[in-house]
């Protein structure tokens, strides 16, 4: 079990939506309960991993490789696919947030009685997809992932949403397509640019098929490539991330070669690759200006999907920037440090100043949202290792406090069916419970020292101050995000929670206080954001050593 523990992970939802879909029952209970075992199945997998996860070690760990296709194309080569899966240290991090908000939102679908069967199926699907591309460790098998997300999604918005659902999906799934689109047209460079050189070098016959692979056959295979000596059909290509990221598997002369001379519209074709594989993670992100699909979703999806949305599949955006974009393209990276630095700078002062003039509490979440992933961005764009372990640590605290936010307003949607911020006074009085933990949620995201938040941003900041590369200017002005922050939390707290209670112009209202699913839902999220806030050390234990050695092989 242990050897196969993270095909599990993708394995168990996919199972766990097949048994709903073929149960024999029409009670929606037995759907809730059928989804909710496999999704604390799965929480329990994931957290195991810690018993095998290896803070020190740097490379992938646990990891699964099977042939999965295998394609002679004649003159042009073979083409070699795997079924490849493994965790690092910038990986293991994000796969623990994706159980963790998965299984919040389920709890959270408790609540959703129309089209239970259909619901906990695509539920269950999209668990698998979104665990799939941390897990993955060849470029084909991520795309897959990738895509298959795009459905799930556009149908859980689509029919369990708001009253402009429609188009709300239809604009989530118009922006990401596009952007996997040009994904996709990188990846087809980089599989005619890039050989297996353990395959190749049994094509050529100077590895036996049960020969111990040893690094002076690869390194005689890269050479025999820069040479010339290995016949074009004869090739292996691939889509393994290990190996499109060494420039020794790069064929000489092939399209994104790291010496290629190829101008397409006067731009060099690798710089030209490096941001459409930029744009399509850009809109997943999100990065302003792709971000606008983002806002709609959020506020026309149901409670426990804008917890999804917001608290994991966002990250496979910086995650990509990370894994893939950084990984394959380094060089075009550090070359557009300052555009991409000024992107995330725009993002995070631009979502602040949206989410300030906000009057529905969900659309002032959702902004809030593209301003602290603007964070992500210029921790990554540093290059520096304060900014990219910085990077990973603010998705994942922003996973955990944007999963707190968007539950909290589902609670207060729940009991009145309206999200207006200026329709609420003095909630302090009927819900106590309900305003310490908004408290404890608001004072977290707007950086408050002590929670996990502030490490987050103060180590992306930290890593785009050190990098020489960068206008000092640049993370001085991202500085005014912290500030919008606290103006548009504090602003929201003081007008929903102060005061005499008063709603709208229905004073005879009572509202309930939390309920003991919803306070279990939600203390143990504010417990681990104190906790990562005070021992940061739980996170940049796992991440420290990885991104050390990132960085090392990519400079």
Same mark, same amino acid.
């Given at each position: 079990m242990i050897d196969h523990i993270l095909s599990l992970l993708i394995a168990v939802p996919l199972f766990g939506a097949v048994a709903v879909s073929v149960w024999p029952s029409q009670r929606p209970g037995d759907f809730r309960l059928i989804a909710l075992s496999v999704l604390l199945l799965e929480l329990l997998t994931g957290l195991s991993l810690f018993l095998f996860f290896d803070n020190q070690n740097t490379g992938f760990q646990l990891s699964e490789t099977v042939d999965w296709i295998t394609l002679p194309i004649g003159s042009l080569g073979t083409v070699s696919i795997d079924y490849a899966l493994a965790v690092d240290g910038i990986s293991f991090p994000l796969v623990l947030l994706a159980v963790v908000v998965l299984f919040v939102?389920?709890?959270s679908s408790w609540s959703i009685n129309q089209k239970t069967r259909a619901y906990f199926a695509l539920y269950l699907i999209l668990s698998a997809s979104i665990i799939g591309c941390f897990l993955a460790q060849d470029f084909f098998l991520f795309y897959l992932f990738f895509e298959f997300m795009l459905l799930p999604m556009y149908f859980l918005i689509g029919l369990w949403g708001g009253p402009r659902r429609e188009y709300a999906a239809l604009k989530f799934f118009v922006y990401t397509f596009f952007?996997? #689109?040009?994904?996709?047209?990188?990846?087809?460079?980089l599989y005619l640019s890039v050989i297996d050189p353990i395959e190749t070098?049994?094509?050529?016959?100077?590895?036996g098929p049960? /020969?111990?692979v040893?690094? /002076?056959?690869? #390194?005689?295979i890269q050479q025999w490539l820069a040479d010339g000596r290995i016949g074009a059909d004869q090739l292996v290509h691939t889509f393994r991330f290990s190996y499109l990221s060494d420039a020794g598997n790069y064929i000489p002369g092939s399209i994104l070669s790291?010496?290629?001379?190829?101008?397409l519209l006067g731009i060099p074709v690798r710089l030209l690759a490096f941001w459409f594989l930029f744009i399509g993670f850009a809109v997943k992100l999100p990065v302003v200006p792709v971000h606008t699909w983002l806002p709609d979703a959020h506020v026309e999806a149901p409670t426990p999907i804008s917890v999804v949305l917001a608290g994991i599949l966002l990250k496979i955006g910086g995650y990509g920037f990370i894994r893939i974009v950084d990984g394959f393209f380094p060089v075009e990276a550090q070359y557009s440090m300052v555009p991409l630095a000024v992107l995330g700078m725009i993002s995070i002062v631009y979502g602040g100043f949206n989410a300030l003039g906000q009057s529905d509490l969900k659309k002032m979440i959702a902004y809030s949202s593209v301003s602290h992933m603007g964070f992500v961005l210029l921790g990554i764009a540093a290059f520096t290792a304060e900014g990219i372990n910085g990077a990973i640590y603010q998705m994942v605290s922003h996973g955990v406090?944007?999963?707190m936010l968007f539950l909290l307003a589902g609670v207060i949607y729940d009991r009145t069916h309206d999200r207006k911020i200026d329709n609420y006074r003095g909630l302090i009085g009927p819900m106590p419970r309900y305003t310490v933990l908004t408290g404890i949620a608001f004072f977290a995201s707007l950086g408050l020292p002590g929670f996990?938040?502030?490490?987050g941003e103060l180590f992306t900041l930290m890593g785009a101050f050190q990098a020489s590369a960068l206008p000092v200017w640049v993370p001085a002005l991202s500085t005014l995000g912290i500030v919008l922050a606290a103006a548009y939390f504090l602003w929201t707290y003081q007008r929903m929670f102060f005061g005499s209670f008063w709603y709208k112009d229905d004073n005879s209202i009572i509202l309930t206080d939390l309920t003991i699913r919803e306070t279990a839902l939600l203390v143990p999220l504010a417990i681990l954001s104190v906790l990562l806030g005070i021992l940061p050390g739980l996170l940049f234990d796992m991440t420290g050593p990885t991104v050390q050695a990132w960085l090392e092989r990519l400079q």
């Open positions: 939102g389920m709890i952007g996997s #689109l040009l994904i996709l047209i990188v990846m087809i460079g070098a049994r094509a050529v016959g100077i590895l049960e /020969d111990l040893q690094t /002076d056959i690869i #390194l005689q790291p010496e290629t001379e190829f101008i406090l944007s999963s996990s938040g502030f490490v």
